[in-house]
């Protein structure tokens, strides 16, 4: 089977009522992320770090994958698909994707800040201070923030130079080293980006840009993709 990988983005959950950073009223509007997203605002002010991460959370509670999601979770049907994503939504999961990387961490997971090996899911939205690990270390979001280290970059960049087929969902391709991935693609593998704008990749692959919405565009592009 050919390997078709996905990086998706922001935009990938968009249809899905969760909202993007970068877009018209984008949480990066609405908040500062050095307030809310770095390790900084987490000695600063733990409280308005959890409740930033907590609202994004009860959120994603009441959403659901959209049609998008369920299509790449389709593909695999022709295609080994591997999903690198810097969602912290875990909208590919539910849409039945299985092989899901991600970059940025997980919303729904909250880890140790004694023991970052020590994950933990999050049934319900609220994260507060005094909730602890089993060692008695505060909770954190389970989230890459600015400034810390992505440590899955290395799977991902191996994940994106095996690609036969590079599929860009949803991201403005303005934050390293995930925007970076796309220099990992071999030569003359094809390239699709999905998006209604039109994010500048900087690198010399046959690029195909479908303008569409993830949910309209990834339905052309398995048309495109696989015998009708
Ligand atoms: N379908 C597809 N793409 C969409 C849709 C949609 N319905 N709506 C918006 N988009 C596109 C926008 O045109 C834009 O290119 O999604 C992209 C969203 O870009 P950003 O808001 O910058 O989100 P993203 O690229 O995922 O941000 C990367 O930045 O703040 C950090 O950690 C955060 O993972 C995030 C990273």
Redesign the pocket.
Known sequence: MQSLVVLS????S??SGIP????MG?I?EQYD?TQVASPEAWRANPELVLEFYNQRRKKLFESEPNN?HLILAELEQWFNVQIIT??VDDLHERAGSKQILHL?GELKKARSTGNPNLVYELKHWGLKLGDVCEKGYQLRPHIVWFGEAVEAIGQAQAIASIADIFVV???????YP?AGLVHYVRKGVPVFV????K?LLGNNNNVTYITE??ST?LMKLKEMLTPQ
């Open positions: 983005g922001a935009g990938m968009a249809e993007t950073f970068r877009d984008g990066w992320v998008g810097q969602n940025h969902v949803g991201t403005s391709l303005n934050v995930a999905v998006d209604p704008a994010p919405k993830a565009g």
